[in-house]
């Protein structure tokens, strides 16, 4: 591994830019897909945050975020500081990839944040990697960010009429709605233009955040925290016994020895300092919850706004048991995402539940691309049938979600080879028929399957005997949140909050911007001027 050092411009600060030998900048993301290249729902990404006096907050922050990697396998970032400065070590790939004993050696201090990425704006390169970092006129700022804004082109405005402050740049080469954030953070000023704060912008920034965001962000001296006002993902805080924790999910806690101490709330904002804990709130809470992380997005062992995740999709699967029944001879589960909604299925049901497929635990992030023979082998590359549980067997498959349905499409096909005598689809999510603008990168709505044919149609282009889904409200039972309190938007189209024009939104809205060159809109100037 190559570390290059650079000292951050019209600061006294340095950045470290691990390079990995042999890896490529490139995309490479994991996901819980079964076909080579088919794209899936990509999971939001992990932010954990540190604050423990005499503890290693960067091997803290390694395997908290070691427990986030499910969130996001694009890159990871940690930022640490020791009172004095603020040191940022991230690249792409994987958080064991990107970091090791030498790089966390370097990250000395006592408050650290760090983030797992997915990219839902900006493009999966290094300079969009996170945690994010900016000068500003009394230290400097790193900020990791989990969610997705909807006012992104509004926040680019607002960057772009920021004052320059001692001469420093705005000019940056990312293009993520992050940095448009931490970058609002680090340039305000007073209306006598004295430069605010951190905690003093924060209260003039949020307010006018739309979308989802849990941020979890500090300068040398403290550590910050911040809910939308939805709460549309999750955020929680955890107590060390010298210091605290704030992480995406309960389960992060688990793994660094932190108690968990209760949620961040929707629309809060906390500082954690040598003086403790304060919090204050920036927006009355709105709860709007994303169903999709009960669904499938969080981990099993995490428990979200009181509510445990496996058993939510245990409960799930009991539910779609009752609301449609199969005569059959065995319950398998697409694995592992559908396993615990094939558990409560084989349950409410009374047929027994099976392994009758056998994963690869090692297919993961991979830069060789299959030959076309094996890419024709498709889902064996991650999946193969036990032929002697399956052949002459009634199955009922049990998944969490289809997007396009070529996953379904080929396991059935592969389930038929094995000999299997029936194939039952079922499926513990509504159909998916529209859009993410939270966090998760579904297909566009044209490829989403359910959005342009019935049920039927869909499970006979599978290939099924039958194919069912829960009901939305058998979902939302299943979690215990009262329905008002959940977002569901990607079922039913009933979005949390009144979004913006379509050419207003969409991952590459930056790129696209800074495309427009010369005659681009404030979006280019805020990411691009000198």
Known sequence: MIHEWSRIPNSDQWSIS???????????????????????????????GVWA???????????????????????????????????VFKDMGLVSQVFDE????????????????????????????????????????????????????????????????????????ATNDTDLITALLAGQVDDDGKPLTVEEAAGKVLPQVRGAFSLVFMDEHTLYAARDPQGIRPLV????????????????????????????????????????????????????????????????????????????RVEMGRKLAKEAPAEADLVIATPESGTPAAIGYAEASGIPFGNGLVKNAYVGRTFIQPSQTIRQLGIR?????????????????????????????????????AGAAEIHIRISSPPVKWPCFFGIDFATRAELIANGMSVE?????????????????????????????LCRACFDGEYPMELPDPELLGKQLLETELAAGPAGTAAADAIRRP
């Open 381 to 417: 590359l991650k999946l193969n049938p036990l032929k002697e549980v399956i052949k002459g067997k009634r199955l009922v498959v049990v998944d969490d979600s289809i997007v396009r349905g070529n996953t379904q499409r080929a396991l059935v096909r592969m389930l038929r080879e």
């Open 237 to 312: 805080l955890g107590r060390l016994e010298r210091g605290w924790v704030v992480a995406s999910e309960s389960a992060a806690l688990d793994i660094c020895g932190a108690s968990y101490v209760r949620e961040i709330e929707p629309g809060e904002f906390v500082a954690i300092d040598e003086n403790g804990l304060r919090t204050s709130r920036f927006a009355e809470a709105k709860p709007k919850g994303c169903v999709f992380e009960y669904v499938y997005l969080a981990r099993p062992d995490t428990d979200i706004a009181g509510r445990n995740v496996y058993l939510s």
């Open 18 to 48: 691990p390079t990995l030998e042999g890896v490529p900048r490139g995309d490479g993301r994991l996901n819980h897909d079964l076909l080579p290249g088919e794209k899936g729902p990509q999971d939001a990404c992990g932010v954990f």
């Open 53 to 87: 006096p005499g503890e290693e907050v960067a091997k803290l922050t390694y395997f908290g975020l070691y427990a986030l990697q499910h969130r996001g396998q694009e890159s990871a970032g940690i930022a640490v500081s020791n009172g004095s400065q603020i040191l």
């Open 102 to 173: 030498t790089s966390l050696g370097s990250l000395q201090g006592h408050i650290a944040v760090g983030h797992a990425r997915y990219s839902t704006t900006g493009a999966s390169v290094w300079e969009n990697a996170q945690p994010t970092f900016r000068a500003t006129a009394q230290g400097s700022i790193a900020l990791g960010h989990n969610g997705n804004l909807v006012n992104t082109a509004q926040l680019a405005g607002l960057v772009a009429d920021l004052p320059k402050q001692d001469g420093r740049s705005t000019r940056v080469a």
């Open 457 to 485: 149609e869909i499970g006979t282009s599978m290939g099924a005997d039958s194919l069912a889904y829960i009901s939305i409200d058998g979902m939302i039972e299943a979690t215990t949140i009262a329905k008002p309190n």
